[in-house]
């Protein structure tokens, strides 16, 4: 069975870090691509990084220049690290996963809370 574990969210002040990760299991991790998605309160689910399988990376303009995303394969792990947060960038994260030609993620995580207080 297919499983995605996110952990490392928290509480943190503007301007500061947090590191996500991800733990996948049941799925053969190198060939999907991971992405992390956020829902705030009252608004529509974004995409936020997402790294194919060869390592490209995309990012929301919102993000850009602060958040990274990263895998290591022979973890079966993606990690989000996230600097300079800002109290908008409040969520719950999540982690997702698809196979490279898949229009849609169809595997998610649990959640993980990530709350920046101003």
């Known amino acids: 069975q297919v499983q995605l574990v996110e952990s490392g969210g928290g509480l943190v002040q503007a301007g500061g870090s947090l590191r996500l990760s991800c733990a996948a299991s049941?799925?053969?991790?190198?060939?999907?691509?991971m992405g992390w998605y956020r829902q705030a309160p009252g608004k529509e689910r974004e995409l936020v990084a997402e790294?194919?399988?060869?390592?490209?990376?995309y990012y929301a303009d919102s993000v850009k220049g602060r958040f990274s995303v990263s895998r290591d394969n022979a973890k079966n792990t993606v990690n989000l690290q996230m600097n300079s947060l800002k109290p908008e960038d409040t969520a719950v994260y999540y982690c997702?996963?698809?196979?490279?030609?898949?229009?849609?993620?169809?595997?998610w995580g649990q959640g993980t809370q990530v709350t920046v207080t101003s």
């Open positions: 790294i194919s399988s060869g390592g490209t990376t």
């Open positions: 049941g799925l053969t991790f190198g060939s999907y691509t």
């Open positions: 997702a996963a698809k196979l490279a030609l898949s229009t849609r993620y169809h595997y």
